[in-house]
């Protein structure tokens, strides 16, 4: 038995299967991760100006540093590791998938039960009266000056709805931990498994199925560890499931 068969009849035989996956499987549709080499340290530290105290104390760099991490996702497209997680959900070997990407591919490959755990960059808010719009309508403000962005409805500020550095971890994170917990089987794909909290979800599942170009903590405990991209492994473990 090969590892793309092992991995296969495990989820094939899951109670529960659910994935998780990180920057990793995003990188193939032109989204730099933070800590490849091509990576957003490179440049600037992404923990400090993707924060909310950045964007409290100095909205300005705020702007000009971290946002152009949200600008990076404008125009950007599935690829086929999303479009092949989104198969398996549909053929019933997957059930949620957990995401720490605010890219919104999954959702554009036709997944359905995504939680973003890191939060949305499709969508903004007023923190004062919960006014919602979209990504291109705030930047609007942004491009304009308007800085920081101020609500149409009350003249509050908005803000992005993706998760900061500092912000509490949104609803879907609770729910993350739900689902992980009733989870035998759980696919990794695409992430270092070094980010708190959400590292920790791996080992509430029984059995782990890796998938990574680079080592992670839990290496030692999968079952089946891929070291390819993250695309050409999806595809084929898809296509195993549907043999």
Do not use: W
Request: charged share 25%.
């Amino acid at each position: 038995m090969d590892q793309f068969e092992k991995a296969a009849d495990l989820l094939k035989h899951a109670k529960y299967a659910v994935c998780l996956t990180g920057a990793g499987i995003s990188t193939e549709s032109g989204i730099p991760d933070f800590r490849s080499d091509r990576g957003y340290y490179n440049t600037f530290i992404p923990e400090d100006a993707l924060s909310v105290g950045v964007l409290e104390s100095d909205p300005q760099r705020f702007y000009k540093e971290g946002y152009t991490i949200l600008k990076d996702l404008e125009g950007k497209k599935p690829n086929p590791g999303h479009r092949a997680l989104a198969e398996m959900q549909k053929g019933g070997y997957l059930h949620e998938i957990i995401t720490q990407n605010i890219d919104d591919l999954h959702q554009q490959a036709g997944a359905k039960d995504v939680l973003q755990v890191h939060g949305d960059a499709s969508t903004a808010r007023c923190e004062r009266c919960d006014y919602r719009c979209d990504f291109d309508e705030f930047d609007r403000h942004v491009e304009e000056g308007d800085i920081p962005p101020t609500c149409p409805k009350c003249g509050h500020e908005m803000r992005t709805n993706v998760v900061l550095f500092g912000d509490a971890m949104p609803p879907a994170f609770d729910r993350a931990v739900r689902v992980a917990e009733k989870a035998d089987v759980m696919l990794v794909v695409g992430s270092s498994l070094q980010v708190m909290p959400v590292a920790y979800l791996p080992r509430m599942a029984e059995h782990l199925i890796i998938v990574n170009q680079g080592a992670t903590p839990y290496d030692h405990t999968a079952d089946v560890i891929f070291k390819g991209t993250a695309s050409d492994v999806l595809v084929e473990l898809e296509k195993r499931l549907s043999e």
